[in-house]
């Protein structure tokens, strides 16, 4: 097995053995594994101790945050309340100082009172209460040996529960599937309880022993999930339901919420009444020893259970499923279904990968219910899963400049005070801007603006040198919100930018002590202030100096503009020191007949669009706002596709939107499907850092028409959104464009976003 270790997070330690209902769905004591019977009633002193002492050294050496331990059975309250004292006395103890303890007890609830309760309220304990529903569906399995019905005894507990006291410990309600049972039934009689969560469990199943299917439906279980979906949706989801939730975070690309479901390895070992150690407790469901380790508290470490072949086999993710689930488009969904639900005694079936000597190799036996699940989800919900950015320009910029806003503020929280006076002034100040002004949302929407933030944090995280330099440049963020506003307001500034230079991101760099001091380094303070038409500069006993931002003289250098017919009017950057994220050199500055000239050719560049492409055109002016000259470009798009972070081909890698580099060489000819390539893949990066429209839990790759070596999922993207755009300017691009997209169809990594941008761009290619 490959890869590193993966610690347990979670352990099952199993208090008692035995069980005060005979539920004839019960995976311990009714299938295949009947190692109960040999095994003590109760956990003995020493096994306790000895799981305390190696829970904690497994904490210690993987310096776990916080460990879960789920108090089990059979039914653990039948351990007493003195021995579960114990174990929980032993487990605080052993954990203390070490990790945090989450303790938590899985119950029928029949002999849950005060008693149990107000010693799970002193150290913790949440309660979870197994109960599949109204009296007639809990009846049909969960009844005593002599056939009495649990129904009564089970709402009295959770009546307990819901009292204010106790109401803290209440973990929720675990229901076991029987699709005989009416869904909508079951639903209300456990939503009438007020849970804090509803778990629905599949009854444990394998192809040897499947789960009843009434008139023989393949998606039986999914179509009673999905009438319990709409029930719960249509009522406005009044509790988490921890099954349509995992679907619902994995088809947006988050992670999954169950063990059975998705592709996240396990973190799971349980410890029985004796003291073994074995696998994942639901493996008693597919033959007699299927859980075994041969390991035990008293002579094995949780490591050594962690090594084990059957452990290491569910941590691959997506190398540990069949063929056939590999290429299943719902994969990242479903995972593959519960392990156990694999199971096939023999080799495994044909079609779904090589034969395993446990046959697990196999699709889920509620392989088709899964699939229906989660696309009736998808179908349902697909519409309120896709940010508004995705569709929407405006919305896309709306959610980039509260991206930035996130960022400035996590600056200010990571500073913690550090940045003194001079922090706190300009912080108070940028508050007062925004009450009377443009300013500081303009500041902010300036791409550079995004880098610096990105930088700072990192910095200071990292505690790099000059980090806390780095960050204190916000003032001159507020200086040039100032100015923009036009407000009468003094912003002091420490300034001294490798070059002797106070730098105001989009309006231009001063030295406030003349020409002749270009080149010092030094530190030094100055206050900026607004005036009529410009600003004012004082630095030390030096004169004020009056500057007209438009306005070029020997102390003041302007950011320049595009200012051509034809063209946007966007600003022409090559002053901000955070405009290198382009994988390639930066042009050091453009004199003014360079400038001139490279501003005819992009405008007629900008020309070219406008007749070839003249949505895409419309589109990037009213999203672009800033082009830096570069002293390179990429290769051809027809040859390479992009690099993930878009490095050498027109977008930076932690700007803000609205930025492209361009190459200060090439005709208008040449610079129009480089503008054109930099918008797009500009405006997907854009996409992506706001909505997930892929997964990134182990990418696997799939052919690029651009080249012969397979691509993961993010550059194949990235490669179709640039070709499907260049194909309406030059269609040499169109069939390229087209046979990713045929790639794209069926790639399980797409999230309900990366799903609804592939239809916007089949429909893209279409009318190009």
Not at 328 to 352: I, N
Not at 357 to 379: K, Q
Not at 499 to 527: I, K, M, Q, S
Request: charged share 25%; aromatic share 6%; hydrophobic share 40%.
């Amino acid at each position: 097995m490959t890869g590193p270790l993966v610690p347990f997070r979670e352990i099952v330690l199993k208090v008692h053995s035995r069980c005060d209902l005979a539920c004839d769905h019960c995976y311990i004591y009714e299938h295949a594994d009947q190692s109960w019977r040999t095994r003590p009633k109760a956990i003995s002193d020493e096994a306790i101790s000895w799981t305390a002492l190696r829970l904690a050294e497994h904490a210690k050496a993987h310096a776990l945050p916080s460990v879960s331990v789920i108090l089990h059975g059979g039914e653990p309250l039948l351990a007493g309340p003195e021995r579960l004292r114990r174990v929980c006395e032993e487990l605080t103890r052993a954990l203390d100082g070490v990790a945090g303890l989450d303790l938590r007890i899985h119950t029928n609830g029949l002999q849950l009172g005060p008693r149990y309760l107000d010693l799970f309220l002193e150290f913790g304990v949440r309660v979870g209460i197994s109960l599949d529903g109204d009296k007639a569906a809990n009846d049909r399995h969960r009844r005593f040996a002599d056939g009495r019905s649990s129904h009564p005894q089970v709402l009295r507990a959770v009546g307990l529960l819901r009292q204010e006291r106790y109401r803290p410990l209440d973990l929720g309600l675990l229901c076991t599937i029987d699709v005989a049972n009416d869904p909508v039934a079951v639903y209300d009689a456990l939503a009438a309880l007020d849970p804090p969560r509803i778990d629905f469990l599949l009854p444990h199943a394998t192809w040897d022993d499947p789960p009843p299917r009434p008139e023989g439906s393949a998606t039986a279980y999914a179509d009673w999930l999905l009438t319990v979906f709409d029930r719960w949706d249509t009522a406005g989801r009044p509790m988490p339901v921890r099954l349509f939730e995992s679907v619902l975070s994995t088809l947006s690309g988050g992670p999954s919420l169950t063990e059975s479901l998705g592709l996240a390895p396990t973190d799971l070992v349980v410890v029985e009444t004796d003291g073994t150690l074995e696998q994942v407790d639901s493996l008693k469901s597919a033959y007699d020893g299927a859980a075994a380790t041969g390991f035990d508290v008293f002579a094995h470490s949780f490591d050594e259970v962690a090594a084990h072949p059957g452990v290491r086999t569910r941590q691959l993710g997506l190398a540990g499923v069949g063929e056939t689930c590999r290429q299943c488009p719902v994969v990242r969904s479903c995972g593959g279904g519960l392990y156990t639900h694999r199971y096939r005694s023999g080799p495994a079936a044909a079609g779904t990968g090589a034969g395993d000597p446990g046959g697990f190799a196999n699709t889920s036996v509620y392989c088709a219910d899964l699939e229906a699940l989660i696309r009736g989800i998808e179908s349902r919900t697909a519409a309120s899963l896709v940010p508004s950015a995705v569709a929407d320009t405006g919305e896309l910029l709306v959610a980039q400049q509260e991206l930035t806003r996130s960022l400035l503020a996590g600056l200010h929280a990571e500073l913690a005070g550090r940045g003194g006076d001079i922090w706190q002034e300009a912080w108070e100040l940028a508050a007062t801007v925004e009450r009377y002004s443009d300013g500081l949302d303009e500041v902010l929407a300036h791409p550079y603006t995004r880098a610096w933030l990105i930088d700072s944090v990192a910095a200071l995280r990292a505690e790099r040198p000059g980090a806390l330099a780095t960050a204190l440049r916000f003032p001159a963020y507020v200086a040039a919100a100032v100015v923009r506003g036009g407000l009468d307001l003094p912003v002091r500034i420490g300034y001294g930018d490798g070059d002797g230079g106070l730098h105001l991101p989009t309006l231009g760099t001063l030295w406030p002590a003349g020409p002749g001091e270009r080149g010092a380094a030094e530190v030094r303070a100055a206050e900026v202030r607004a005036a009529e038409q410009g600003f004012v500069v004082r630095a030390g006993t030096a004169e004020p100096l009056v500057v007209r931002p438009d306005e070029a003289t020997p102390y003041w250098r302007p950011v320049r503009r595009l200012g051509r017919d034809g063209a946007p009017d966007l600003a022409l950057d090559d002053l901000d020191p955070y405009r290198d994220r382009f994988g390639v050199p930066v042009h050091p500055g453009l004199g003014p007949d360079e400038a001139a000239d490279w501003s005819d050719r992009l405008a007629a560049a900008w020309g070219l669009l406008g007749e070839r492409v003249p949505e895409q055109t419309a589109e990037a002016g009213a999203t672009l706002s800033t082009l830096t000259p570069l002293l390179s470009a990429g290769p051809s798009p027809l040859s390479a596709g992009p690099s993930a972070a878009g490095h050498g081909y027109g977008y930076g890698n932690g700007n803000g939107y609205g930025a492209l580099g361009v190459p200060v060489h090439g005709g208008a000819g040449e610079l129009a499907p480089v503008l054109l390539r930099a918008l797009r893949g500009a405006r997907l990066r854009a996409l992506t850092e706001v909505a997930d429209l892929y997964t990134l839990d182990g990418e696997w790759h799939r052919p690029a028409p651009w080249q012969e070596e397979p691509v993961p999922l993010s550059a194949l993207l990235a490669g179709a959104y640039e070709r499907v755009g260049l194909a309406a300017y030059d269609p040499r691009y169109r069939d390229q464009a087209r046979r990713a997209l045929d790639t794209l169809e069926d790639a399980a990594e797409l999230t309900v976003s990366g799903k609804s941008l592939l239809t916007t761009l089949r429909e893209e290619a279409d009318r190009g």
